[in-house]
């Protein structure tokens, strides 16, 4: 069953008289809990997808639904982790991931229980009472991640979420993400321009093309990863040097490639 | 921004010195000159010891004190009154489009009028109680506080507005608990510009509406000839002012230490 879907939408900029078409009729359908990435160049209007099923921003053509109901406007149903974490700092690492579930008008009890949950799953115990400044970015990452898990929502987007975190603390991020994807199966929507990132994490991978924003492939990396049985590798890197992972990564640059060149001439 | 190299605070200390010496030779050296009567230029130390007189010994009914403390609770009321007002209306116009059209152009027009034009009606509604020189100073402090909170809640980056939406927060929550704190760096430093205006509309509105208070004893003082009681007075309002200034830096240290700025 399709959870978030994308019918025809539309984006249109109206700029000094001129019309800038942004995204031009995406189409999309995301099964429950399946994983889906979005990877395109800079200016693709990916995040804007993403903002858009999040009820962030609107389309001017065309329905977001989520959940068969049409997306109007944000809500704890559809959990946003941002790039730049977004937590408030004002608030410790506690008060931040109860935040939401106080809005959803949880009791104190199951509020406690769900927390503590999320607040270990994420490797966070200890630092409940810290306040964001006082974590490295990676931390500040796990504890918007919680956030948005503890919520239980419908669907989990999330916008380049490692994309400001270094290198080493990304891969961790990744390998945690994916340990967590298969264990508390969700349906993800995951905006990334790296390439790498999206074959490891994803069941599923959109690739758009810009100008206008469209949809210009999707690749399905689920049948693969489980042919192949990438999951028995611990390790990001074990995985990234198998035969049918190094394919589907050339395959994938292959077709963002081709717009750069298409670009140039 | 730092245009010259920073001086250390020897140099520091001394520069203060030579400026406070320098202020007071001047001055006496002014009074001494004989350019006008010594009852109309008293020299530093004619004020000193007035001042110190006016501590032990009841002058216009009371003494330095009591006018200082009647002038602070007056204070006080009016400011605080202007921050409960201001803070949560500058909220509310920075998250309801309707609101902000609603109050802005009246506010945007009363602001521009000076505190102690509203004498007259302090006079008139409240004669010499406590609620004239209250409304005097609440039209000094509650412009600051409201456009500080206004500013502040406005320029919030987006993402803790987004975030707190996408959590499901309702306005009220949004405002309380997003935008409030999100804002508090902005209205302390309102509060600071707030509590000085408030302060100095204070004195003006004593000068008139009162029979107690720094003011009033300053109008008596003026009334007896006493140009050092006058002065007097002066004084007591700056280190008053300082203080509350002090302690709202104090106050406004403690959140940017919490904050990890």
């Known amino acids: ?265 | 921004m730092m245009l010259q190299p920073r001086l250390d605070s020897g140099r520091f200390l001394a520069l203060t010195a030579l400026g406070g010496v320098s202020f007071l030779a001047l001055w006496s050296a002014a009074a001494m000159a004989g350019l006008t009567s010594r009852e109309f230029l008293p020299t530093p130390w004619d004020v000193v010891a007035r001042f110190a007189r006016l501590v032990v010994e009841p002058f216009a009914g009371y003494t330095l004190f009591e006018h200082l403390l009647s002038s602070f609770q007056r204070f006080g009321l009016g400011f605080v009154l202007a921050v409960l007002v201001g803070i949560p209306l500058g909220l509310l116009m920075a998250w309801f489009a309707w609101v902000d059209r609603l109050v802005s152009p009246c506010f945007e027009a009363v602001r521009f009028i000076a505190p102690i034009a509203w004498v007259p009606f302090a006079a008139l509604w409240f004669g010499t109680g406590i609620g004239g020189p209250v409304l005097i100073i609440f039209m000094g402090a509650f412009p600051p506080v409201l456009i500080n909170t206004y500013r502040g809640a406005k320029q919030v980056d987006r993402k803790y507005i987004e975030a707190s939406q996408m959590l499901g927060a309702s306005s009220l929550r949004s405002m309380t608990q997003v935008l409030l704190p999100a804002a508090v760096p902005s209205i302390v430093a309102g509060l600071r510009i707030s509590a000085g205006l408030g302060w100095q509309s204070l004195v003006g509105a004593e000068l008139i509406v009162a029979s107690s208070g720094v003011g009033y004893l300053m109008v008596k003082g003026q009334a007896a000839v006493s140009t050092a009681t006058v002065m007097s007075g002066m004084i007591a309002i700056g280190i008053v002012g300082i203080l509350i200034d002090v302690g709202l830096r104090r106050v406004q240290q403690v959140i940017e230490t919490r904050r990890g700025v």
Not at chain 1, 21 to 38: C, G, H, P, S, T
Not at chain 1, 189 to 217: C, K, N, Q, W
């Open chain 1, 1 to 265: 069953m399709a959870i978030i879907e994308f019918n025809h939408v539309q984006r249109v900029f109206h700029q000094n008289g001129k019309e800038f078409v942004a995204l031009k009729d995406v189409n999309l359908q995301v099964q429950d809990r399946e994983f889906v990435a979005i990877v395109g160049p800079s200016g693709c209007g990916k995040t804007t997808c993403m903002r858009m099923a999040a009820g962030l921003e609107h389309p001017t053509g065309g329905t977001v639904s989520v959940d068969r109901e049409v997306v109007r406007q944000p809500g704890p149903d559809r959990a946003v982790v941002f790039q730049a974490f977004a937590l408030f700092p004002w608030k410790s690492v506690w008060d931040n991931v109860e935040f939401g579930l106080i809005s959803l008008g949880i009791a104190a009890a199951e509020r406690k229980r769900r927390i503590e949950h999320y607040i270990g799953l994420m490797g966070l115990g200890g630092y409940e009472q810290a306040f964001p400044h006082q974590l490295s970015g990676g931390m500040q990452q796990r504890v918007a991640i919680a956030r948005a898990y503890v919520l239980d929502p419908k669907v989990l987007l999330m916008d380049e979420p490692f994309g400001a975190l270094d290198a080493q603390t990304r891969v961790v991020m990744q390998e945690e993400l994916v340990r967590l994807a298969r264990q508390h199966p969700r349906t993800v929507l995951f905006i990334t321009h790296a390439v790498e990132e999206a074959v490891y994490l994803a069941d599923r991978i959109v690739v758009m093309s810009r100008r206008p924003g469209t949809i210009r492939e999707i690749i399905d990396v689920k049948s693969i990863r489980e042919a192949e049985n990438w999951d028995q590798h611990k390790r990001i890197e074990d995985v990234m040097d198998l035969p049918s992972f190094v394919h589907l990564r050339t395959q994938i640059w292959k077709l963002l490639r081709d717009q750069q060149t298409g670009e140039l001439h």
